[in-house]
Structures are given as structure tokens and as C-alpha cells.
């Protein structure tokens, strides 16, 4: 069965760092490579959005312009593990992040109304002023 486990999350004041991980496990090294890895967020009230994706191949990637410049994404394809650096962080970054993976770059990206195939439970990031 595959599974995506995040973890980093956390309480932080504004301006702060956090650092997180997806560690995505049930795969062969082989299909892992596959799958371009996606970062979505979900605050109170609000739509789930596309923060950031990598693919796994050519390591093209994507943010949204809210957080570029501050964050970054990378991926460790034999730890099967993708990594989320949020730097300088507001309150408006408050949210559920989800771990996503697809095989489609679009989908995985946000870039569809297809949602990725596999999601990982979520990790809160709560950022005070």
C-alpha cells in the first residue's frame, strides 16, 4: 500500500522557518521516480491550493508566486522523500499542507481540476504574529 507521511509542522512566529518532509513509502524505487510530488495547503474557510510541485526526472518545479522567494522544494529520489522549505513565514501561511503525488505533472501541479491520486494525511503549520 503506498503511503505519503508529512512531518516538519509546527507552531512559529512570523518570520520564522520551517522544514517539511514527505516521505512516501509502498513504492519501488522505480515507480517512485514516476510520480512528480505536489505540496497543497488547505487554511480554515479557504480552498485547497497548489503551493509547490517537483518532478521527479528533469527536476523542473513550480511555486506560486505568493511564496516564491521563500520557499523552496527539492526531492531526495532514494529516500523517496520530498522537502518543503518555507522561509519567512506570515500568518497567511497558516494552514493544512498535504503531501500529493501523481503521475501527471498537471495534475500533481494543480494545474487540473483532477486531484492527485495519492495524498498523505497532512501536517499543520501555524504561524503567529
Known amino acids: 500500500e503506498v503511503q505519503l507521511v508529512e512531518s516538519g509542522g509546527g507552531l512559529v512566529q512570523a518570520g520564522e522557518s520551517l522544514r517539511l518532509s514527505c516521505t512516501a513509502s509502498?513504492?519501488?524505487?522505480?515507480?517512485?521516480?514516476?510520480?512528480?510530488m505536489g505540496w497543497f495547503r488547505q487554511a480554515p474557510g479557504k480552498e485547497r491550493e497548489m503551493v509547490s510541485c517537483i518532478s521527479s526526472t528533469d527536476g523542473a518545479r513550480y511555486l506560486r508566486d505568493s511564496v516564491k522567494g521563500r520557499f523552496t522544494v527539492s526531492r531526495d529520489n532514494a529516500k523517496n522523500t520530498v522537502y518543503l522549505r518555507m522561509n519567512s513565514l506570515t500568518p497567511e501561511d497558516t494552514a493544512v499542507y498535504y503531501c500529493?503525488?501523481?503521475?501527471?505533472?498537471?495534475?500533481?501541479?494543480?494545474?487540473?481540476?483532477?486531484?492527485?491520486?495519492?495524498w498523505g494525511q497532512g501536517t499543520q503549520v501555524t504561524v503567529s504574529s
Open positions: 509502498g513504492f519501488t524505487f522505480d515507480e517512485y521516480v514516476d510520480y512528480t
Open positions: 500529493a503525488a501523481d503521475t501527471l505533472w498537471e495534475v500533481a501541479c494543480g494545474k487540473t481540476k483532477l486531484s492527485p491520486s495519492k
